[in-house]
């Protein structure tokens, strides 16, 4: 049975599993924490393009990696 209707979203929620790495799991607490939100609103603010990550994020990860 779905969940009742999300007020701020306006729709139902519904689960999902994500399988992730536990470094990708601490940096996605980390996140949400610094936003002063849950995990899955996070997830959610992501998927709805609410948050969006900006492309040189993943350039500056790999010039990060690649030390």
């Known amino acids: 049975m779905p969940k009742t209707k999300n007020a701020e979203h ?4 519904r689960n999902v599993t994500v ?3 536990e470094s990708a799991i601490v940096g996605l607490d980390s996140w ?3 936003l002063e939100i849950s995990r899955s ?3 959610t603010q992501l998927g709805l393009g ?4 900006h492309p ?3 350039a500056l990860g790999e010039s990060i990696a690649s030390c």
């Open 10 to 13: 306006g729709e139902p929620k």
């Open 19 to 21: 399988t992730l790495t």
């Open 32 to 34: 949400a924490q610094s």
């Open 41 to 43: 609103e996070l997830i």
């Open 50 to 53: 609410k948050i969006q990550v």
């Open 56 to 58: 040189d994020l993943k």
